[in-house]
Nanobody
Framework: QVHMIESGGGLVQPGGSLRLSCTTSGRSISPFAMGWFRQAPGKEREFVAAISRSTNITTYADSVKGRFTISRDNAKNTMYQQINGLKREETAGYCC???????????????????WGRGAQVAVCS
């Protein structure tokens, strides 16, 4: 069984930065596009960013463009997300997911896919 394992969350002030990581147990990420999603308290899970298998295609939610950068290192079986300029409303659990393509991950209903890992918890407050 495949398990998504996220790390790198924490407590930061508004405007702060974090680097999240995602790896998997039970399967390599290499054959798959990978993406980040987040779920804020009381809200539905939403798409954040995705990257193709070969890293030549990335796609972002409009709300994070210019502040979030997704990347991956297939040799290390790890995907990353550099987050800059965090906002209070971006307090959420950040989870990763695999898919057929970056555009697929951008378009899907996050409520229709899984399984999900525990997520990396990001809290933005003064």
């Amino acid at each position: 069984q495949v398990h998504m394992i996220e790390s790198g969350g924490g407590l930061v002030q508004p405007g702060g930065s974090l680097r999240l990581s995602c790896t998997t147990s039970g399967r390599s990420i290499s054959p798959f596009a990978m993406g980040w999603f987040r779920q804020a308290p009381g809200k539905e899970r939403e798409f954040v960013a995705a990257i193709s298998r070969s890293t030549n295609i990335t796609t972002y939610a409009d709300s994070v463009k210019g502040r979030f950068t997704i990347s991956r290192d297939n040799a290390k079986n790890t995907m990353y997300q550099q987050i800059n300029g965090l906002k209070r409303e971006e307090t959420a659990g950040y989870c990763c997911q695999s898919g057929a393509s970056a555009y697929y991950l951008h378009a899907i209903d996050a409520g229709q896919v899984g399984p999900w890992g525990r997520g990396a918890q990001v809290a933005v407050c003064s």
